[in-house]
């Protein structure tokens, strides 16, 4: 037997069952993550108080994509001995030995410059520095600092997935303004109950990788009222906004249905105990958690909604 039949791995040996395909490159780049990065930053853009040519919409709305996606990838890179330890992500490409770790890191380099360039190039250079901070922020701060030092990794550390409509209201405008931050305000206090929601069904897996998720450190009973209080102070952002710039009645309408709705199941899951959520698997915890998926879609959606009426003069408070 050849040394090069001795060296070689599980996964070379399987052949071509292993290599990796299209599909395993693009699950790099995290699609569900980027299907959120695209739509925020489409309403960041489209909410902004200009005219922006559609060619150029396009070009920072994709440009954002793959910024997002270039972040996954390294996120990827940097986290692949927890991946293959916890259940959730030992499907991923390189847990399963179809991506390679230096793969993954040259593609998040290579994506993370070529879309930070070009967004620079389609609209202007604020958007394209501040594509480039979020990349660093989720990539440097969240995921090789933040993520295994510190059980406020996900406060933190979510200010990287509350940018894009931010950056898509820099790439329509070149300015800051208050609306955008607002937008940010309401991303950012969703992932604290968002991701806990999803800790306490899946607490196992940070065990067992050793990241220091509050449900591991400070336990479920903590986690459950950090909940409730982060769901409360969101409720306030989110029914606030309706009287900005960005908001109106259409938003306003959706966010009292919602905000009733998520309050409720922060206080039901708050009022739970462990004897009684393992009983049901973690029903109530799981639903919470998908509602926490509608309720931004919803909020957003509204946003979009108000912009989108505004020439026909039925959006916004005027």
Known sequence: MSDASINASPARKKGRVDEASFGDYFALLKPRVMSLVVFT????????PVTVHPVIGFCA??????????????????????????????????????????????IGLALSGLSVIMLALATNIFAGAFLAFTIFFYAVVYTMWLK??????IVIGGAAGAFP??????????????????????????????????????????????????????????????????????AIFAVGTSFSGVGGPIYLTVSLVLNALFLRGAWTISRRDEDDAEADNFKVERGFFKLSLLYLFLHFGAILAEALLKPYGLGGWS
């Open 41 to 48: 930053a489409l309403v960041g853009l489209v909410a902004a």
């Open 61 to 106: 709305i994709l440009f954002i994509a793959i910024g997002g996606g270039a972040s996954g990838a390294l996120n990827m890179w940097w986290d692949a001995d927890i991946d293959r330890v916890m259940k959730r992500t030992k499907g991923r490409p390189i847990p399963t030995g179809k991506v390679e770790e230096g793969e993954a890191l040259a």
């Open 148 to 153: 295994r030092s510190t059980p406020q990794n």
């Open 165 to 234: 409509p931010v950056i898509g209201w820099i790439a329509a405008t070149g300015s800051m303004a208050v609306e955008p931050w607002l937008m940010f305000a309401l991303t950012f206090m969703w992932t604290p109950p968002h991701f806990w929601a999803l800790a306490l069904f899946m607490r196992s897996d940070y065990d067992d990788a050793g990241v220091p998720m509050l449900t591991v450190t400070h336990g479920r009973r903590a986690t459950r009222v950090h909940i409730l209080v982060y769901t409360a102070l969101l």
